[in-house]
């Protein structure tokens, strides 16, 4: 067996077809992960839970579930019973839940056993994964698949360089403004953020109950929708007919690509093209302006409130003072104490603003002004989804300056808007880079509720593209 092109699905028809034992599979991810300590991927690993598990799959387990005895991992800030759930930060390291987070417990019922939880940018708040409050290798952050000097991305970091390293083939992280597919596309793996709702959010530490959701993330997008099944229900997706789908382009979403982006993605382009996908131009003016309008303010704001609920359904009587006082990262400190704690919103020449006004607007004016822009740019082109570089650049070096807040800005500017609309977006890997020989991802946003014409879409461009090559070892 190809454990570097091993995928969930083909993983879970050999578990079926008694072609290989969960403990096999288990030990390997297993031995995998503890070889790759140097990536910072995990902040724990369960070796003596998840070789219980797979020993009892083989012995009586349920060969029919979807995801029999296949080791996956969980992004550590959705709880997992029995394992300490951190959120990437201190003050939460000791807090150990008593059940499942709903997304985690459908993917156990489903036969999936969980290995680890994987690491994150602190309190999922950055697109680096240069969290200095745990390591398990050398330096600090967590390291890209495919060169360790280099960010994974975030927030879900950890799942992002597990995929990528071919630690496991599928996983779980959250996603608030890119956190599924920032890591995705950086590691070269497939994700979903899906229609916000359509996945419980209980039993996650939060930033905003309007943007965030659970996002899963695998090897191709026909493993991201096996979890999708898992998790949200509904038959098996079949690939699209290419010719049958129309994809808009929008001109200000190829702003600040490098090189390698630049070129891949145009090539991905004309592959579409060839395979008989209908590309049209199209226009969004007003998409910038709108979605600054509501990003930030939301996020932002939301942001107290929302972890001052779970804290107090953590019982660990932290209050989000505490909490905020053990940050250990400095571009987290900085928000949370700048920021979020004060309810505060940065305004122009450096001042600071009462954030409830500007959150206020935000809610009841741009973000309906921003979801009827996309509803209407769909509708009005019969677009079955806008296409663009996940992220304008590959990988860049993992250090403290990575979680700049222009790095930040530059890593979301396409993940972003579609994220404050509630709308789904799946990553895809298209290509290594020319120069960097780095992954590079295409997204493709689509209308609310489109999630499994998107994974139909992704299957069939998978198959187009196919899988990008493991890293050296």
Partial sequence: MDFDQLTLTQAAADLRAGKVTSTAL??????RA????????????DEAGALKAAAEFDASGDRSKPLGGVPIVIKDNIEVAGLPCSAGTPALKDYVPSSDAPVAARLRAAGAIIIGKTSMHE?????????????????????????????????SSGTGAALGARIVAGGLGTDTGGSVRVPAALNGCASLRPTAGRYPREGIAPISHTRDTAGPMAATIADVALLDRVIAGGDDVVPADLKQVRIGIVRSMLTNLDADTETAFQAA??????????VVEIEMPQLAGLNGQVGFPVALYEAYDDMVAYLAHTGTGLSIEALAKEIASPD?????????????????DNTLLDARPI?????????????????????????????????????????????SLENFGLFIQNTDPGS???????????ALGATSTLPVGLELDGPAGSDRRLLAIGMAL????????????
């Fill in 26 to 31: 288990t030990s390997e991810a297993l031995a």
């Fill in 34 to 45: 503890k070889a790759n300590t140097d990536l910072n991927a995990f902040v724990i690993l």
């Fill in 123 to 155: 309190l999922a708040f950055g697109i680096s994964g240069y969290n200095t409050a745990f390591k398990t290798g050398a330096e600090f952050g967590v390291r890209n698949a495919y060169d360790r000097a280099l960010i994974a991305g975030g927030s």
């Fill in 269 to 278: 382009v004309a592959t579409m093209k060839a395979q008989g996908v209908t």
């Fill in 332 to 348: 987290v400190k900085g928000t949370y104490d700048g920021l979020v704690i004060p309810r505060k919103l940065p305004g122009p």
């Fill in 359 to 403: 959150y206020d607007a935000a809610i009841g004016t741009a973000r309906p002004a921003l979801q009827a822009l996309y509803s209407d740019t769909f509708s009005g082109n019969k677009l079955d989804a806008i296409a663009f570089p996940t992220t304008p650049r590959v990988a860049i070096q993992s250090n403290p300056d990575s979680s």
């Fill in 420 to 430: 404050n609309a509630g709308i789904p977006g799946i990553q895809l890997p298209i």
């Fill in 462 to 473: 998978d198959t187009v593209f196919g899988r990008l090559p493991a890293p050296a070892r």
